[in-house]
T-cell receptor, first 109, second 118 residues
Framework: GQNIDQPTEMTATEGAIVQINCTYQTSGFNGLFWYQQHAGEAPTFLSYNVLDGLEEKGRFSSFLSRSKGYSYLLLKELQMKDSASYLCAVVDSNYQLIWGAGTKLIIKP | GAVVSQHPSRVICKSGTSVKIECRSLDFQATTMFWYRQFPKQSLMLMATSNEGSKATYEQGVEKDKFLINHASLTLSTLTVTSAHPEDSSFYIC??????????????FGPGTRLTVL
């Protein structure tokens, strides 16, 4: 079957760095998305990786290793507003998005 | 960037009525649109995939006669919840996808529709 694994919850301190990991096993691979979702709101796009390596966008970076079925989202200089759920999703061979359950990130002062 | 809109953002209806939710891609043509449902504190659950001009593909356990999906154009897909019941109360989210050259080049979510069935 298809499976996406990410930690359920993580806690970090304001100003620090946190890495949220995602491992996947899917039928085919056409890219991996990271989304941020605040409670009661729709997900918002953070990044899309289809090739191996690191993509940097300001405070957020996303890394992909297709051979390892592994990605991470790196958040730097954490702010209180970064408290949210972070969702990892893989596009399979049928262009379906396979979703992880999300990682709830709690930022403490 | 691209924008996907949903209407209505919030709807409250009586049990047994039908509710239509619209999803529009405002500045790009969406080859494929996905409809999701999300219950509180749970992950997104894919309901169906709709491709412009063809019948939607429903996920296992999703009743196609209850959740009617129409994708009449490259910028509009609608989800109609027929004979809604309280257990259908949920957050419904659409996403619009553009696929070109075998790659997902654009993928954006609508803001979601909160459905409450009394």
């Amino acid at each position: 079957g298809q499976n996406i694994d990410q930690p359920t919850e993580m806690t970090a301190t304001e100003g620090a760095i946190v890495q949220i990991n995602c491992t996947y096993q899917t039928s085919g691979f056409n890219g991996l998305f990271w989304y941020q979702q605040h409670a009661g709101e729709a997900p918002t796009f953070l990044s899309y990786n289809v090739l191996d390596g690191l993509e940097e966008k300001g405070r957020f970076s996303s890394f992909l290793s297709r051979s390892k079925g592994y990605s991470y989202l790196l958040l730097k200089e954490l702010q209180m507003k970064d408290s949210a759920s972070y969702l990892c999703a893989v596009v399979d061979s049928n262009y379906q998005l396979i979703w992880g359950a999300g990682t709830k990130l709690i930022i403490k002062p | 960037g691209a924008v996907v809109s949903q209407h209505p953002s919030r709807v409250i209806c009586k049990s047994g009525t039908s509710v239509k939710i619209e999803c529009r891609s405002l500045d790009f043509q969406a080859t494929t649109m996905f409809w999701y449902r999300q219950f509180p504190k749970q992950s997104l659950m894919l309901m169906a995939t709709s491709n412009e001009g063809s019948k939607a593909t429903y996920e296992q356990g999703v009743e196609k006669d209850k959740f009617l999906i129409n994708h009449a154009s490259l910028t509009l897909s609608t989800l109609t919840v027929t004979s809604a019941h309280p257990e259908d109360s949920s957050f419904y989210i659409c996403s619009a996808t553009k696929i070109a050259g075998g790659l997902v080049v654009e993928q954006f979510f609508g803001p979601g529709t909160r459905l409450t069935v009394l």
